[in-house]
């Protein structure tokens, strides 16, 4: 961690690295969680027939952040799936946050303001609830 908030380590090579391997380890650990929730589900209802004249969408509870957590803790393979989804959709949404930081370090503040602008919207509409 010493050697991150070093000067010599905010070259512009070693940045990028640094966030292409977090991208990588985000895809990653998502798969992980993915598949192992996709596992716990098919153990549970792997003999399950589905219906295909009647369209169920997905449960209430994997539809927000706190039911995800509640059926993580459940192990419910539901939840482990989008759970999954979600460190998915939050890698790229760090790696802008750690854009920001990069950025600031480097005493680019051009770059610091568009990149918080774009981190702004992205938050604004995920927290918002406006898209639906």
Known sequence: ?????????????????????QLRWGVITSSIIAFIGGIIYLINHGTAMPSYTEFTG??????????????VLRLDGRAIIQLGVVVLLATPITRIA?????????????????????????????FSGLGG
């Open 58 to 71: 997905a449960p209430e509870y994997v539809r927000h952040l706190p039911g995800i957590f509640q059926g």
């Open 1 to 21: 961690m010493k050697r991150l908030f070093s000067k010599s380590f905010w070259q512009e090579r070693d940045v990028e690295m640094f966030i292409g391997q």
């Open 98 to 126: 750690f854009s920001v930081l990069a950025f600031a370090m480097e005493k680019d503040r051009l770059y610091v303001v568009i990149t918080l602008i774009v981190l702004s919207v992205i938050t604004f509409s995920i």
